[in-house]
């Protein structure tokens, strides 16, 4: 499963079920360390799935727009989180949030985090760092706290969370591909986690860096 359709997640947790007439799908090969994928052990990460990227006026939309409407990336990923929620996998939004006044990240004055600092970009309580329409979490997702640089992981909750929940598989998808997209699917096979990347449910700033990511 690499794709952002809702055929791909039913054909991994419903059609190889039903061919091996059990609940669990396997994912890989037999041979090179593959894994069962259980939905209730899988959760469904959306990275940054907010205005000051994905919609008109932010301030990085400009940038990505041309590789959202390719893969049309925004529409695949709203129809995966519900083909996760109607299978019972979990559905975790992780935002990026910048408190103008508590900027703690070790490496704020460096790379794009200083870009972020210098421009203001995911400002607390602003309309450029809320959930874009389309993923607006439902009462049964889980919004991951604290992200404050490009991993994922780093600063936030979302570890503990997967945890609490017994997750053991983790599909990620959102902005950008070749920086927090990519940061969260190393670390995260790092922690042992069976990562699934999605290459039509994700954008960055072109085609090659998205390809190369």
């Known amino acids: 499963?690499?794709?952002?359709?809702?055929?791909?997640?039913?054909?991994?947790?419903?059609?190889?079920?039903?061919?091996?007439?059990?609940?669990?799908?396997?994912?890989?090969?037999?041979?090179v360390g593959g894994r069962e994928l259980h939905p209730k052990k899988t959760a469904l990460l959306l990275i940054e799935f907010q205005?000051?990227?994905?919609?008109?006026?932010?301030?990085?939309?400009?940038?990505?727009?041309?590789?959202m409407f390719r893969t049309d990336m925004i529409k695949k990923t709203a129809m995966l989180a519900e083909v996760a929620r109607a299978t019972g996998a979990h559905v975790f939004h992780v935002p990026h949030i910048i408190d103008c006044e508590k900027r703690?990240?070790?490496?704020?004055?460096?790379g794009i985090l200083k870009e972020c600092q210098d421009k203001n970009l995911f400002a607390?309580?602003?309309?450029n760092s809320e959930f874009i329409d389309d993923h607006k979490p439902r009462n049964c997702d889980?919004?991951?706290?604290?992200?404050?640089?490009?991993?994922?992981?780093?600063?936030?909750?979302?570890?503990?969370?997967?945890q609490d929940r017994g997750i053991e598989t983790v599909i990620v998808g959102g902005f950008l591909?070749?920086?927090?997209?990519?940061?969260?699917?190393?670390?995260?096979?790092?922690?042992?986690?069976?990562?699934?990347?999605?290459?039509?449910?994700?954008?960055?700033?072109?085609?090659?860096?998205?390809?190369?990511a």
């Open 1 to 31: 499963l690499h794709e952002a359709t809702e055929q791909g997640l039913r054909n991994v947790l419903h059609i190889k079920a039903e061919e091996r007439n059990i609940e669990q799908a396997l994912l890989g090969d037999d041979f």
């Open 51 to 67: 205005n000051e990227f994905a919609s008109p006026g932010g301030k990085l939309h400009d940038g990505v727009k041309s590789e």
């Open 104 to 110: 703690d990240h070790p490496n704020k004055d460096l």
């Open 124 to 127: 607390k309580g602003t309309w």
């Open 142 to 162: 889980t919004v991951v706290r604290g992200k404050s640089g490009l991993d994922s992981f780093v600063g936030s909750n979302l570890e503990e969370l997967i």
């Open 177 to 212: 591909t070749n920086c927090c997209v990519e940061s969260t699917v190393r670390s995260a096979f790092e922690k042992g986690y069976n990562v699934i990347g999605l290459t039509d449910g994700s954008a960055c700033n072109s085609m090659h860096q998205h390809l190369a």
